[in-house]
């Protein structure tokens, strides 16, 4: 008989990029343009897929990749 495996708590994050504009404040130029790359279980699943896609875009000045923690705004009464 296999044992079921134990629930692992999702720590879900998206990865997420496009061209912004300069400043200090993060602004899209074209918000239907945004590079919606994908949800991840994890910080360091989203933190890999991060890295590949700001290297693959390092000549673009203006493009920004960015890994946001979905799950602190599902659960904002959580501190992880």
Same mark, same amino acid.
């Given at each position: 008989?296999?044992?079921?495996?134990?629930?692992?708590?999702?720590?879900?994050?998206?990865?997420?990029?496009?061209?912004?504009?300069?400043?200090? @404040?993060? !602004?899209?130029?074209?918000?239907?343009?945004?590079?919606? /790359?994908? +949800?991840?279980?994890?910080?360091?699943?989203?933190?890999?897929?991060?890295?590949?896609?700001?290297? @693959?875009? !390092?000549?673009?000045?203006?493009?920004?990749?960015?890994? /946001?923690? +979905?799950?602190?705004?599902?659960?904002?009464?959580?501190?992880?």
């Amino acid at each position: 008989m296999s044992k079921k495996p134990e629930h692992t708590k999702q720590l879900l994050h998206l990865v997420l990029g496009g061209e912004v504009e300069g400043g200090d @404040e993060v !602004v899209f130029k074209d918000l239907d343009a945004i590079d919606m /790359v994908g +949800v991840y279980p994890n910080y360091a699943a989203a933190q890999a897929v991060w890295k590949q896609k700001a290297q @693959e875009t !390092v000549d673009n000045a203006e493009m920004r990749y960015f890994v /946001v923690h +979905v799950h602190r705004l599902l659960n904002p009464e959580d501190d992880e």
